[in-house]
């Protein structure tokens, strides 16, 4: 080595230096959010036609004899019952008594009434940790 007395040379020292890292980590508050539901009311009216069917019964009297008992029949709207009964004469005959007609019509009537409808909004609300500001976020209309 240049310069360097040779009788000194195997008493030199080079420092070393070495770097180190230390790698941590530590919580960090970042933004803040809320969510909360409002309930809404609303009353709307309902229109609906109800259907039903009105029931007159007539009763309406026949008085003949007749061979065999008659099936239930149907006249149009009316359904045709017939009563019979057994009379004793000097031979057994069968006498239609009376028919029972059952008359039906058809009726339609409006419905109207006032019902409550409920619904929810959610309000988002965020805090911003950096700036310490609030920011509500609702949904849009439609």
Known sequence: ?????????????????????????????????SVRTIARERTELIEQPLESIEVEVERIAVGKAIDTAPDVRNDGDTMIIPVVEERLVVEKRLFLVEEIHVHRRRVVTQFRQNVTLR????????????????????????
């Open 1 to 33: 080595m240049a310069g360097i007395p040779e009788d000194q040379i195997e008493n030199i020292s080079v420092p070393v230096i070495e770097e180190e890292i230390e790698v941590g980590k530590r919580r960090v508050e970042g933004d803040r959010v």
């Open 119 to 142: 619904s929810q909004e959610v309000v988002v609300e965020r805090r911003d940790a950096a700036s310490d500001l609030d920011r509500t976020e609702t949904p849009q209309e439609g």
